[in-house]
């Protein structure tokens, strides 16, 4: 959830209807003329991507559906994990093989993410839309056909902390006094 964008949704929200940008599950707006680049921070990947393969069940799989926190994933997260690094050598097989794969698509999931927003940064005719349609949503509420279809609609990313939020990026044909930089 972007706590900024929620803030900004009384403020923006008459630039969107007056733009015509009607978006199912809305959490918020960005006007892109008020961001800045932002740099990508890998620093914390590995650990949490070490971590979330410790807690998961099945052991070690990728994207699992359930997550068990006990006293045995801490003596393993204090075995693989110790001063914010990943301890690789102590990390062999199945493991080793599933925890690269992970870290390897958070990573691009995360440049992703901030390659698209830094785009569209400064610009004065673009509305980022922070919305809870990411990842299947998407194609639940048949965004296909009901967003990416519309005139103002340039480009949509999943947020990689959690996929089931979206940022869509919206062309601005009219904009409003006070929001324009």
């Given at each position: 959830?972007?706590?900024?964008?929620?803030?900004?949704?009384?403020?923006?929200?008459?630039?969107?209807?007056?733009?015509?940008?009607?978006?199912?599950?809305?959490?918020?707006?960005?006007?892109?003329?008020?961001?800045?680049?932002?740099?990508?921070?890998?620093?914390?990947?590995?650990?949490?991507?070490?971590?979330?393969?410790?807690?998961?069940?099945?052991?070690?799989?990728?994207?699992?559906?359930?997550?068990?926190?006990?006293?045995?994933?801490?003596?393993?997260?204090?075995?693989?994990?110790?001063?914010?690094?990943?301890?690789?050598?102590?990390?062999?097989?199945?493991?080793?093989?599933?925890?690269?794969?992970?870290?390897?698509?958070?990573?691009?999931?995360?440049?992703?993410?901030?390659?698209?927003?830094?785009?569209?940064?400064?610009?004065k005719?673009?509305?980022?839309?922070?919305?809870?349609?990411?990842?299947?949503?998407?194609?639940?509420?048949?965004?296909?056909?009901?967003?990416?279809?519309?005139?103002w609609?340039?480009?949509?990313?999943?947020?990689?902390?959690?996929?089931?939020?979206?940022?869509?990026?919206?062309?601005?044909?009219?904009?409003?006094?006070?929001?324009?930089?």
């Amino acid at each position: 959830m972007d706590l900024y964008a929620y803030t900004n949704i009384e403020r923006l929200e008459s630039l969107a209807e007056k733009n015509n940008i009607d978006i199912p599950r809305l959490r918020g707006y960005r006007l892109m003329s008020e961001e800045e680049l932002i740099k990508e921070d890998f620093s914390d990947v590995e650990v949490d991507e070490c971590k979330s393969l410790i807690s998961a069940r099945p052991l070690y799989k990728v994207n699992a559906l359930f997550h068990e926190y006990s006293t045995a994933t801490e003596k393993k997260n204090k075995k693989y994990i110790k001063g914010g690094k990943v301890l690789w050598n102590k990390i062999h097989g199945k493991f080793r093989k599933n925890l690269k794969y992970a870290i390897k698509r958070k990573k691009k999931s995360i440049n992703r993410q901030f390659s698209t927003f830094n785009k569209y940064v400064g610009r004065k005719d673009v509305l980022m839309v922070h919305a809870r349609v990411g990842g299947d949503n998407w194609r639940y509420f048949d965004c296909d056909k009901t967003v990416a279809t519309q005139p103002w609609f340039l480009e949509k990313v999943d947020d990689y902390f959690d996929d089931t939020y979206c940022d869509i990026y919206c062309k601005l044909s009219e904009s409003i006094k006070g929001t324009d930089k």
